[in-house]
């Protein structure tokens, strides 16, 4: 399975970004390969519609659960009609490294 | 004649819960226009069914129930199970078994997790003030100047 982690930058000691659809990185982790991809956010910067944007993205690469800080309006009711998981993990000093070591065991 | 969902519930809070039309776009997680022009279509259908004696059916319409939520005591995430049919046992990113329904918390975990660092700002006076999390900048108007609040990043990037 995929999961897709915000992240706000592109190594595995950068922290947990607590927004979604404005984040800086997304990571892409394989939990059953144990692959790692990190994808940067080309709408960390966008006006409006960030949030539906990265959904997008993230659906492409057929995830299906999303770890971030908070999740948008607009996203929860898109998420849930995509049947992918959010999980809100408010701890933003956490390492994408913490995360996946988690999601491990 | 079928009235959506929406539409009920606009009415419930409105008319029955005797809500005004900003606490019950507040409760409906709306803009409040967006409330009234539902509000509007609520009542011509219930004056057509009414006058013309048609039969009103509660269904269909565009709803999301922000509603099962988990939370894990163990890493305290916030979780929810997009597959309706099977119970949740274990935290989705801890494997704790440690978990509990929040439907009930719901309320103050609205309120105090809404901040995040990023900040609204005016595009004509420059008026700022920090963005709360789900709830766009442009729906958001200046009590300024009542402009349209913009994410400060952006305007930086346009200006540029």
Known sequence: MKVAITSTGNTLDSKVDQRFGRCAWFVIYDTETGGIEFLPNPNRDAEEGA???SVQLVASREVQKIISGEFGVKIKSLLDSLKIQMVMYKEPEKT?????????? | MFLHLEEYEVIRLCDFEHMNHHEASKAMDISRPTLTRIYGKARAKIADALVTGKQIIIEGGKVYF???WYRCRNCNSYFNQPDKGSAVISCPLCRS??????DAMNED?????RQCSDICVCPECGYERPHEAAHPCKDQVCPVCNARLMRKNNLLAKDL
Do not use: F
């Open chain 1, 51 to 53: 949030g539906p944007a």
């Open chain 2, 97 to 102: 078994k440690e978990i509990e329904n929040c």
């Open chain 1, 96 to 105: 994408i490294q913490s995360v996946i070591d988690m999601l491990k065991n």
């Open chain 2, 66 to 68: 922000d509603s099962d």
């Open chain 2, 109 to 113: 975990m609205a309120e105090s997790h």
